[in-house]
């Protein structure tokens, strides 16, 4: 079974499906959210839907994993994250989820995924992104990633990336 | 930037409450009052030190599909497959890495089964072979800063 019916299964199986308002919602709070004091309320007034209802399709679209969470997102750059580094690893089956968690869990890790391997060119199944200030900083940030998989991890690498040949955000037609 | 922002934007990457007013409760852990919350979460913004605050969609559990692909893309056509690969709605994001698969895309499509057909086509005209990664598990997104 493939990643994405995985989860889609997962969301099946929560018996959620989105219709027409739970696409307008969504469509709506793409570019992010009010920021007032009472945001699904401004949001609801926007839409011309009644408060309480706006905020049960989030808490069930949140419930149902369509939404991570209601939240920020950092510019790594401004932050002052100047360098990042895609480490892959090639983890044991069998501890990867735990493992994978441990290494989600980490400070400079912002994205950390459990992958296909293709053997033999590519044997790595966790994709950890970590960031840092300059390139001597994100070494020893892989490094700390190694000791914690530590005799659970068969090899490893790091990709940085050379240009940025095309960046798009992910959107849904209206 | 002081630590009280620091700390904003470590308490905004772990999600607000849905609730009515789902401020209130970061304001008052920070000593803020929702009103200050606001126009330091606005500044954040303003300065690109935060790029989106809103819900974060998981784009596989809308409907569609989303995957991580790698190619190995001769260097003497590295521009003519980029501009290939490029023309493509779908592909959200293409890096160049320093790796023998030196070519990594996003690819995001509305509907599960367009993205098979979509790699097929880049594969047809570009003559390379495309290693499809999607996700089978996901763990914790975000970033946690020293304050």
Same mark, same amino acid.
């Given at each position: 079974?493939? @990643?994405?019916?995985? *989860?889609?299964?997962?969301?099946?199986?929560?018996? $959620?499906?989105?219709?027409? *308002?739970?696409?307008?919602? %969504?469509?709506? *709070?793409?570019?992010?959210?009010?920021?007032?004091?009472?945001?699904?309320?401004?949001?609801?007034?926007?839409?011309?839907?009644? *408060?309480?209802?706006?905020?049960?399709?989030?808490?069930?679209?949140?419930?149902?994993?369509?939404?991570?969470? %209601?939240?920020?997102?950092?510019?790594?750059?401004?932050?002052?994250?100047?360098?990042?580094?895609?480490?892959?690893?090639?983890?044991?089956?069998?501890?990867?989820?735990?493992?994978?968690?441990?290494? =989600?869990?980490?400070?400079?890790?912002?994205?950390?995924?459990?992958?296909?391997?293709?053997?033999?060119?590519?044997?790595?199944?966790?994709?950890?992104?970590?960031? @840092?200030?300059?390139?001597?900083?994100?070494?020893? $940030?892989?490094? =700390?990633?190694?000791?914690?998989?530590?005799?659970?991890?068969?090899?490893?690498?790091?990709l940085?990336s050379k240009r940025i040949l095309k960046k798009t955000?992910l959107?849904?037609?209206? | 930037?002081?630590?009280?922002? /620091?700390? #904003?934007?470590?308490?905004?990457?772990?999600?607000?409450?849905?609730?009515?007013?789902?401020?209130?409760?970061? /304001?008052? &852990?920070?000593? #803020?009052?929702?009103?200050?919350?606001? &126009?330091?979460?606005?500044?954040?913004?303003?300065?690109?030190?935060?790029?989106?605050?809103? +819900?974060?969609?998981? /784009?596989?559990?809308?409907?569609?599909a989303l995957s991580l692909c790698a190619m190995q893309v001769p260097l003497d056509r590295y521009d003519e497959v980029t501009d290939l690969v490029n023309a493509f709605p779908e592909v959200a994001h293409n890096y160049e890495r320093?790796h023998l698969l030196n070519m990594w895309f996003v690819i995001a499509t509305?509907? +599960?089964?367009q993205a098979a057909v979509v790699l097929g086509e880049i594969e047809q005209l570009t003559g390379c072979q495309v290693y499809d990664m999607p996700?089978?598990?996901?763990?914790?997104?975000?970033?946690? #800063? /020293?304050?």
């Open positions: 079974m493939t @990643g994405y019916s995985q *989860t889609l299964s997962k969301a099946q199986q929560s018996g $959620k499906q989105l219709d027409a *308002t739970d696409r307008r919602i %969504i469509v709506a *709070t793409q570019a992010g959210l009010p920021l007032v004091a009472e945001p699904f309320a401004a949001l609801a007034q926007q839409l011309g839907l009644a *408060t309480d209802d706006v905020l049960q399709r989030v808490a069930a679209m949140q419930a149902s994993g369509i939404i991570r969470r %209601i939240a920020a997102v950092p510019n790594h750059y401004a932050l002052g994250y100047t360098v990042n580094g895609m480490s892959v690893w090639n983890v044991t089956d069998d501890h990867i989820s735990e493992l994978g968690r441990q290494v =989600g869990a980490l400070d400079y890790v912002s994205h950390c995924y459990h992958r296909p391997r293709h053997l033999p060119l590519w044997p790595y199944n966790l994709f950890a992104m970590v960031h @840092g200030r300059n390139s001597q900083d994100v070494a020893a $940030k892989v490094a =700390g990633v190694a000791a914690l998989l530590g005799e659970h991890c068969r090899g490893h690498e790091v940085y955000g959107r849904l037609k209206g | 930037m002081d630590s009280v922002d /620091a700390s #904003l934007v470590n308490c905004l990457q772990d999600g607000l409450p849905v609730c009515s007013r789902p401020f209130d409760d970061i /304001a008052d &852990s920070l000593g #803020l009052s929702v009103d200050e919350l606001l &126009s330091r979460v606005q500044r954040l913004l303003d300065d690109k030190v935060l790029t989106r605050f809103g +819900p974060m969609f998981n /784009a596989e559990n809308l409907g569609g320093d509305e509907r +599960p089964e996700k089978q598990e996901e763990f914790y997104i975000g970033l946690k #800063l /020293a304050v």
